[in-house]
């Protein structure tokens, strides 16, 4: 089974733009989850989306925002990037079955913004 | 307070021996996953291994097992017969709740860990 794949690897943006990002999960997977990792917060949950609808949301501003379409891949969005959003942005995919509740992580988008 | 607390930010062990990463945390809910996952330089998170809060038994998966004390609140990682390919950034996580509805991952800060020929 192809894991999680996430699109583009690497981003460079200038401040004031914005960005999207593409995650698509493991097959049979309907779960996926983002993540903002940097060196100063750490690892953040940022939302989850299951069946096209968002789950959970962690403490982000609505400049970050996602969505997921109906073959479960999904996108999350930056506007007005900051130069505070530099980060490796994680997706994760999971099966949303109480019995068996592990994320798989895909590799990451790297952003920096100049 | 911080939910997942990792008291080692770094360490350094000599190849195959025995490694035990430290992990505490909080929380209220009766239902809760705890995991460990491994980040390489390349970056991408891999998982290593799982334990449920209903779990009686402690997980184990190769030469990773999970030595869970509910009681304590702990759930250290042991990397039994360390190998160069196992330095990397240990991070421990938690989902509360469980399956649909649960929250996301929270992460503790990581143990960068460095195994020595």
């Known amino acids: 089974k192809a894991g999680v794949t996430q699109t583009p690897r690497y981003l460079i943006k200038t401040r004031g733009q914005q960005v999207t990002l593409s995650c698509s999960p493991i097959?049979?997977?309907?779960?996926v989850s983002w993540y903002q990792q940097t060196p100063g917060q750490g690892l953040q949950f940022l939302f989850e989306?299951?069946?096209?609808?968002?789950?959970n949301k962690g403490n982000f501003p609505g400049r970050f925002s996602g969505r997921q379409f109906s073959n479960s891949r999904s996108e999350m969005n930056v506007s007005t990037l900051e130069l505070g959003d530099s980060a490796l942005y994680l997706c994760a995919s999971s099966s949303w079955d109480p019995r068996v509740d592990t994320q798989y992580f895909g590799p990451g988008t790297r952003l920096t913004v100049l | 307070a911080q939910k997942i607390t990792q008291t080692q930010p770094g360490m350094f062990v000599q190849e195959k021996e025995a490694v035990t990463l430290d992990c505490t945390y909080d929380?209220?809910?009766?239902?809760?996953?705890l995991f460990w996952y491994k980040q390489p330089s390349s970056g991408e998170m891999i998982f290593l291994i799982y334990q449920g809060s209903y779990d009686e038994q402690n997980a184990t998966e190769g030469r990773y097992s999970l030595n869970f004390q509910k009681a304590r609140k702990s759930a250290n990682l042991v990397i039994s017969a360390s190998q160069l390919g196992d330095s990397a950034m240990y991070f421990c996580a938690m989902r509360e709740g469980r399956g649909g509805g649960a929250d996301g991952l929270t992460f503790g800060k990581g143990t960068h860990l460095i195994i020595q020929p």
């Open positions: 929380t209220s809910d009766q239902s809760y996953g």
């Open positions: 097959s049979g997977h309907r779960s």
């Open positions: 989306y299951f069946s096209e609808t968002q789950r």
